[in-house]
């Protein structure tokens, strides 16, 4: 997958994490957190598991976590691609992880403004 514009994912909200993701000729991560000294490997380990499985190798991804679960990330990582890339439409929405389809398809307040 091709991060082809912006985007954005998630909330500053405690127990979530923004996610923007941006086009890039190299893959680069940022990552804040209060807790990253504790579980700044684990976050970037999830972040580019999710990237890989995405086929995503190049772009911008920023994460702003305020102590989001793994499902979380992977969630609203995923959220983040698919909008930059405009695949909203033609997902295959039976082979996604279920915190993605609970997240950010079902139309919540924190995924969809």
């Known amino acids: 997958m091709v991060i082809e514009k912006n ?4 909330t500053l909200e405690s127990s979530d994490a923004q ?3 941006a ?3 190299k893959l680069e991560v940022s990552i ?4 990253i ?4 490997n684990q976050i970037r380990r999830v972040v580019l598991e999710t990237l890989e499985r995405l086929g995503v190798s190049r772009g911008t991804v920023s994460i702003v976590d305020k102590g989001a679960l793994d499902c979380t990330l992977k969630a609203r990582v995923e959220c983040a691609v698919y ?11 039976g082979r996604l992880p279920v915190a993605v389809f609970l997240l950010c398809r079902a139309g919540c307040s ?4």
Request: proline share 6%; hydrophobic share 30%; charged share 15%.
């Open 19 to 21: 996610v923007m993701v």
């Open 7 to 10: 985007a954005i994912a998630g």
């Open 32 to 35: 804040q957190s209060d807790v």
């Open 23 to 25: 086009p890039g000729e």
């Open 83 to 93: 909008r930059s890339c405009g695949s909203g439409e033609h997902l295959p929405w």
């Open 37 to 40: 000294n504790q579980f700044g």
């Open 110 to 113: 924190r995924c969809h403004s």
